[in-house]
């Protein structure tokens, strides 16, 4: 069985950086884009970054344009996400990926159809 595991997550104080992996186990499966969504609670699950999975052109989501950097290896199935200047609003469980049957870098969490179980990310001075 397919599966993607992050790993990464922690408490950090506010302005500080840290880096999210995630990486596929459990056999080889076809995908056209890699991403990254966070959910805080009561919240909805919101749109981080997403890359094609043959690389190129990376979107970010608003609130985390210029402050976080995603990177990715389709052909390794590795996932990686850099976050810089964290803000106590980062405060979410993130998670990674896969859309086996969209094209493209999508925004939207319904075209993404493998997930992670997610890492908490905490944000606190």
């Known amino acids: 069985q397919v599966q993607l595991v992050e790993s990464g997550g922690g408490l950090v104080q506010p302005g500080e950086s840290m880096r999210l992996s995630c990486a596929h186990s459990?056999?080889?499966?076809?995908?056209?884009?890699m991403g990254w969504f966070r959910q805080a609670p009561g919240k909805e699950r919101e749109f981080v970054a997403a890359?094609?999975?043959?690389?190129?052109?990376?979107v970010y989501g608003d609130s985390v344009k210029g402050r976080f950097t995603m990177s990715g290896d389709g052909f390794k199935m590795t996932i990686g996400l850099q976050m810089y200047n964290l803000k106590p609003e980062d405060t979410a469980v993130y998670y990674c990926?896969?859309?086996?049957?969209?094209?493209?870098?999508?925004?939207?969490?319904?075209?993404?159809?493998?997930w992670g179980q997610g890492t908490q990310v905490t944000v606190s001075a």
């Open positions: 990926a896969v859309a086996t049957k969209v094209y493209g870098p999508s925004r939207f969490v319904d075209d993404y159809d493998l």
């Open positions: 459990g056999g080889a499966i076809r995908y056209y884009a």
């Open positions: 890359m094609p999975w043959s690389g190129g052109d990376i």
